[in-house]
């Protein structure tokens, strides 16, 4: 997969009063250990921009990834706009701004599967609102005849209901309400995968420090 714009990442420091743990219920047991099995693997995060919202009709338009394992600080992320032989519908466009012009030229999704199954192999996949990125990556390397190169899916929009219940769960909206440093543009593939880096850490911090101070329980036990 070709590095366009790579954004080197460093490590991230928080306030320590910023601890936020919703209304104060618990974390399930489930989302916890999900979580904390997700420090230790390799994982790939993704965005993707697509010509519309339908999965049989649509193709992706834009892809940006960032591979990070475990342990590590240093993050970058890659983007590859592609062409989908496919107009884009006109809200889409509206939503991520990339018109027919703007890819004619790009190469097509076959061209950069090979590259990228290879950068994803062996990761699980984390997204916000995973089904929709999962769903077209899927999509795309079936029309390749290539099997899903990526290990699993960790869908962020899912962990953070279950953490914060009440509110907006958008990805701006929780970046906003976690105080996340690092923000990237609304509705780019390279600005969302920015942005979801971000609030992946402070997930990960979050039930940390839940773990750490014994709240954790079986999902459904102890309630009153």
Known sequence: MRQLGAVKLGKRKFNATQELFGDGSKIPKRVVDRVMQATEMPLV???????????????????????VMPGESERKIHTRRINPQWDISPGARRVHGISNADVKDCPTFSQVAPRLANYMRG??????????DAGFLN???SLCRMGRPFK???DTLDIARSIWPGGRHSLGALAKRLAVRDVGKAHSAGGDVLTLLGVWDRIVREVK???KKGQADEEGGDRR
Do not use: M
């Open 45 to 67: 995060f993704i965005d993707v921009e697509c010509t519309g919202l339908d999965i049989i009709s649509d193709r992706v338009i834009e892809v940006a990834a960032c591979k």
């Open 123 to 132: 990761c699980a996949l984390v997204a916000h609102n995973a089904s929709f």
């Open 139 to 141: 999509k795309e390397f």
């Open 152 to 154: 699993g899916v960790i």
């Open 209 to 211: 420090i839940y773990q």
